[in-house]
């Protein structure tokens, strides 16, 4: 994050490449699962569990960290309360806004769409991958019911000028609403929990504005191609578009380095290559990024407590689309800023992942070439929490995986292959470049009114120099990084 004249430098030479930087690690073909420590047919055929990045702790072990720490680990009512609730509001150091908050949300649960029952260890996204099943649904029928079949668009409405999902009647799609929400505001799209956050619902919103919007720029190029065809062909470059944004924007922006990430897959046709891929449990558990939530939620001169907020599509009629962008988030990492209202979701983290018997915290980070941590003050870089989480669990070898996560110090697809990625995939060169400069603003500007300077930002940035050094050590490797380009 440093000498941005020699970045500069670095960034005009085309040979670094995030997802080649540390995919070695990850192990592929996949290996585990929460009930095979070993290595079978079941455990990579299976599609329905999470992999796993390590086997689970075995059975047998003297300790439920394996031979470290307490015979049996603290209450994870004590471990929340103690280390991860918030006490004060802590912003994102990097200054990132609600709008990033929500966009990581909306991305990732195309992913991580776990199974209630049978449980956490298992995925109903058995694609494993950027497929926008979230835009599109998961299964075809899903799909079908979405899409209008004329004029090769999704299914839409207009309300005051504004286009907007259908609604739940108009689909027969299944959707999660309270019954006391009304059935003009129970909006229907491809990820059946959407109707959550009205956050979720501005980007469910914008990308299939974006899908009727890059279908229209196709049938111009295209008369003769089918709705069939228009259809394939739009969503295969909103996936293009999604993962271009992802890298460019996303990753970049929580990286924070001046080192800037470039999405090319040419750079990987040379190499050995795999376009296939299996999300992990931890994956999953790491993204629990809900300090990335404030007490309230304030869009304009109105403030909205949780009760209010969820589940009201509403909001997004009365404020329009792009009113996250002035709230700061709070700060993912530094421990105790989980607000309380999502309180069962934290502690339920901690309970899922003593379910399934993950690891202790550094066995993952040697897995990743990562220094393991000798100290609990080494790990959070004060004495407080450190203090706590020894009283927690007395060897720093025991220490848990999602606690830790979040408390350690700051830190600052198919389609890519050679047969896919080049301009006739995308219905030529037009397509090809609609890909090639997607951008989480022009996503935005193009289909929304009103049009954020940096969507991702606040407009105040504030870097708190004194938290953000440690984890840069490490730099080349990034428990984020890591977890979004390689399962990318
Ligand atoms: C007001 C906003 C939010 C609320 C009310 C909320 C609430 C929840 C709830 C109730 C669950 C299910 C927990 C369980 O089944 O154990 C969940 C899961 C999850 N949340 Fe949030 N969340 C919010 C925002 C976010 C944000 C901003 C992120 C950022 C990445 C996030 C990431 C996740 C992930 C990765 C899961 C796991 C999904 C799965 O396994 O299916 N959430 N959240
Ligand atoms: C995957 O494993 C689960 C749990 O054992 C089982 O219920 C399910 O039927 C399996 N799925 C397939 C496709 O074999
Ligand atoms: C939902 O938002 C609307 C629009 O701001 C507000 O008037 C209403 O009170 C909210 N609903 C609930 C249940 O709080």
Redesign the pocket.
């Known amino acids: 994050s440093y000498f941005k004249g020699v970045w500069n430098i670095v960034n005009n030479i085309p040979f670094l490449y995030v997802l080649t930087f540390r995919s070695h690690l990850i192990d592929s073909p996949p290996t585990y699962n929460v009930?095979y420590g070993y290595k079978n047919w079941?455990a990579f055929s299976?599609l329905?569990?999470y992999t796993r990045a390590l086997p689970p702790v075995a059975d047998d072990c003297p300790t439920p960290m394996g031979v470290k720490g307490k015979k049996e680990l603290s209450d994870s009512k004590e471990v929340f309360e103690n280390v991860l609730l918030r006490r004060k509001f802590l912003p994102d150091p990097q200054g990132t806004n609600m709008m990033f908050a929500f966009f990581a949300q909306h991305f990732t649960h195309q992913i991580l769409k776990s199974d209630r029952n049978?449980g956490p260890a298992f995925t109903t996204g058995l694609g494993h991958r950027l497929y926008l099943s979230h835009v599109y649904g998961e299964t075809l029928d899903r799909q079908h019911k979405l899409r209008l079949f004329k004029d090769r668009k999704l299914k839409y409405q207009v309300i005051d000028g504004e286009v907007y999902p259908p609604i739940v009647k108009d689909t027969q799609v299944e959707m999660i609403y309270p019954p006391h929400v009304p059935e003009h505001l129970q909006f229907a799209v491809g990820q059946k929990v959407f109707g959550l956050v009205p956050g979720l619902m501005m980007y469910a919103t914008i990308w299939l504005q974006e899908h009727n919007r890059v279908c229209d720029v196709l049938k111009q190029e295209h008369p003769e191609w089918d709705d069939e065809w228009l259809f394939q062909t739009s969503r295969l470059i909103l996936i293009g578009e999604t993962i271009k944004i992802v890298i460019e924007d996303y990753v970049q922006h929580l990286n924070g380095y001046h080192f800037k990430l470039k999405f090319d897959p040419e750079l990987l046709f040379n190499q050995q290559f795999q376009y296939q891929n299996h999300i992990s449990s931890e994956f999953n558990t790491l993204y629990h990024w809900h300090p990335l939530l404030p007490d309230t939620f304030q869009i304009h001169d109105q403030e909205y407590n949780y009760q209010q907020f969820i589940y009201n599509n509403s909001i997004l009629l009365k404020h329009g689309l792009t009113q996250f962008v002035e709230q700061i988030a709070g700060s993912v990492f530094g421990g105790r800023n989980v607000p309380s209202p999502v309180q069962a979701v934290a502690k339920a983290s901690i309970d899922h992942s003593r379910n399934m018997k993950y690891q202790c915290f550094n066995d993952y980070h040697k897995c990743f070439n990562l220094k393991p941590y000798k100290l609990f003050e080494e790990l959070t870089g004060e004495k407080e929490m450190a203090a706590e989480l020894e009283a927690l669990y007395c060897d720093i070898d025991a220490l848990e995986f999602y606690p830790a996560f979040l408390v350690e110090k700051l830190l600052g697809n198919p389609m890519c292959s050679p047969h896919y990625w080049k301009p006739s995939t995308f219905g030529g060169e037009e397509g090809f470049k609609i890909i090639n400069t997607a951008s989480i603003q022009s996503l935005i500007c193009r289909n929304v009114k009103g049009c954020p300077f940096d969507p991702l930002l606040t407009k105040t940035v504030t870097i708190n120099a004194s938290t953000s050094h440690s984890r840069l050590e490490d730099i080349n490797s990034t428990v984020l990084l890591k977890g979004h380009s390689t399962e990318l």
Do not use: K, T
């Open positions: 009930h079941e299976n329905s569990y049978p």
